[in-house]
């Protein structure tokens, strides 16, 4: 048995092949196409291991997925592969459709053809899992309900629209042709191994290295966070359980403003690495807001927990402790992924 992983090398997709070896011996054929966000740095642990079979290609390389599914013949697709920058897709969103839309098209077509051929009970039991985003279902108010599954679709950024376009592929892949799908829907997942674009890795490393901190706006906008071991335990107990043609969405009950994000970041910051130049909340610094900021996000979990019995085992508080010991305790693959491009990308969004 094996299963296949798209975008095994960027954060969420290595921390879950990471963690799919922690309880399970299945190999893992791992394919990304190693863009500046995938970094096999991630799985350094993993190397020479033979569970763990990676792959450098592109979603869109249809002969490639074929060759990949007739030689390995995955028992199911964990399909990660995204651009999943907001601010990027603002300035280039061609990238998102060609990697969000067009590669989730070419791998349901790969997996239909793949699937099709397949009898008796590897045809019944293979799964395609396509892991998507909260944002496709827009911006609530302050007094909304979180977004459930049956909430309605109202992307509004190149990136969500990207996702929610590959979202509905999948449902119609699955009603059409009966390819056996589920979807889960996360909320913004934060930990190890995280590319520093994101608010928290961004947070961390400015401050380390007495730079500011942007913050966008008010800082008023309110997120849901999930430590990103909780959205692996998720995935995998969808894989294994989940109702074919299903949504689940995988949240952390955490509902955050940013900025009280970055100034709980600061105070740990202060307690575990203290700035002789003073707290690290002196480096906060208000930025001209992005375009189309959507104000709240927050999932409602309870179906995934009612069906498949998951609820997250991490309290923010437990989880934003774990990420700045780690990237306090891994500064040379901070400095690593600090590449001229990372460095010119985020003077170009936050300079002045």
Same mark, same amino acid.
């Given at each position: ?211 500011? +901190?942007?913050?966008?706006?008010? /800082?008023?906008?309110? $997120?849901?966070?999930? &430590? =990103? %071991? @909780?959205?692996?335990?998720?995935? #995998? ?34 307690? +575990?690495?203290?700035?002789?130049? /003073?707290?690290?909340? $002196?480096?906060?610094? &208000? =930025? %001209? @807001?992005?375009?189309?900021?959507? #104000? ?49 990308? =985020? ?6």
């Amino acid at each position: 048995m094996t299963i296949l992983v798209t975008g095994g090398a960027g954060f969420i997709g290595s921390n879950f092949v990471l963690d799919w070896f922690k309880s399970s011996d299945e190999p893992v054929v791992n394919l990304d196409a190693l863009t500046y966000a995938g970094n096999l740095e991630n799985l350094a642990s993993l190397q020479g291991d033979a569970r763990h079979v990676f792959v450098k290609g592109d979603i869109c390389d249809r002969a490639l997925i074929d060759h990949l599914l007739a030689e390995h013949q995955p028992r199911a697709i964990v399909h990660f592969a995204a651009e999943s920058h907001v601010d990027r897709s603002i300035h280039g969103p061609g990238a998102f459709m060609r990697t969000n839309v067009e590669g989730t098209f070419t791998l349901l077509e790969a997996a239909r053809a793949y699937w099709s051929a397949l009898q008796g009970e590897a045809k019944s039991g293979f799964r395609f899992h396509h892991v998507s985003t909260d944002e496709v279902y827009g911006s609530l108010k302050p007094q909304d309900p979180p977004f459930a599954e049956t909430h309605a679709y109202e992307p509004n950024s190149p990136y969500s629209a990207s996702k929610a376009a590959s979202d509905h592929l999948v449902r119609a892949w699955h009603h059409t042709y009966g390819l056996p799908v589920v979807t889960t829907n996360c909320s913004n997942n934060y930990g190890p191994y995280h590319f520093p674009e994101k608010l928290i890795p961004l947070m961390i490393v400015n401050a380390l290295a007495g730079k500011p +901190l942007p913050v966008y706006g008010d /800082g008023q906008q309110i $997120r849901d966070w999930l &430590y =990103v %071991t @909780d959205h692996c335990s998720g995935i #995998r107990a969808v894989l294994a359980g989940g109702t074919l043609g299903e949504t689940y969405n995988i949240g952390g009950w955490n509902e955050k403003a940013n900025i009280d994000i970055v100034k709980t970041v600061c105070a740990l910051l202060d307690e +575990l690495r203290p700035d002789p130049a /003073g707290p690290y909340a $002196r480096l906060i610094t &208000y =930025v %001209t @807001d992005r375009p189309g900021h959507d #104000r709240r996000y927050a999932i409602d979990a309870r179906k995934i927990e009612r069906d498949l019995g998951w609820r997250p085992a991490e309290t923010f508080e437990t989880g934003i402790r774990k990420t700045v010991q780690w990237y306090l305790a891994n500064e040379a693959w901070v400095a690593n992924v600090q590449s001229g491009g990372y460095r010119d990308w =985020v003077s170009q969004q936050y300079g002045a």
